[in-house]
Nanobody
Framework: QTQLVESGGGLVQPGGSLRLSCAAS????????IAWFRQAPGKEREGVSC????????NYADSVRGRVTISRDNAKNTAYLQWNSLKVEAPGVYYC?????????????????WGQGTQVVVSS
């Protein structure tokens, strides 16, 4: 069974940068899409970004486009989410998820495996 572990969260100052990691074990993600979701305090979980197996497709939520970069390293079975110029609306628990296939309709499909999340706090 696939297990996902997020890391890299913590306290960051507004305007700072942050890189989150999502490490998979138990199976290869070479043919899986990987997505990042965020749940802010008191809000529903929302999609942030998705990357297809061959990195040919990278989708971003409108709210983060231009400030976030998703990437993956299949040799390490790991995906990343790079935040640049963090804003006050960025905090929350960030989850990664994976499913077989690409990023088509990534906000509407069911994701097979989820990590436990890593928390990001933005504060000066």
């Amino acid at each position: 069974q696939t297990q996902l572990v997020e890391s890299g969260g913590g306290l960051v100052q507004p305007g700072g940068s942050l890189r989150l990691s999502c490490a998979a074990s138990g199976s290869s993600l070479d043919y899986n899409a990987i997505a990042w979701f965020r749940q802010a305090p008191g809000k529903e979980r929302e999609g942030v970004s998705c990357i297809s197996p061959g990195e040919t497709q990278k989708n971003y939520a409108d709210s983060v486009r231009g400030r976030v970069t998703i990437s993956r390293d299949n040799a390490k079975n790991t995906a990343y989410l790079q935040w640049n110029s963090l804003k006050v609306e960025a905090p929350g628990v960030y989850y990664c998820a994976t499913r077989f296939g690409g990023c088509r309709n990534w906000l509407g499909v069911e994701w097979t495996y989820w990590g436990q999340g890593t928390q990001v706090v933005v504060s000066s």
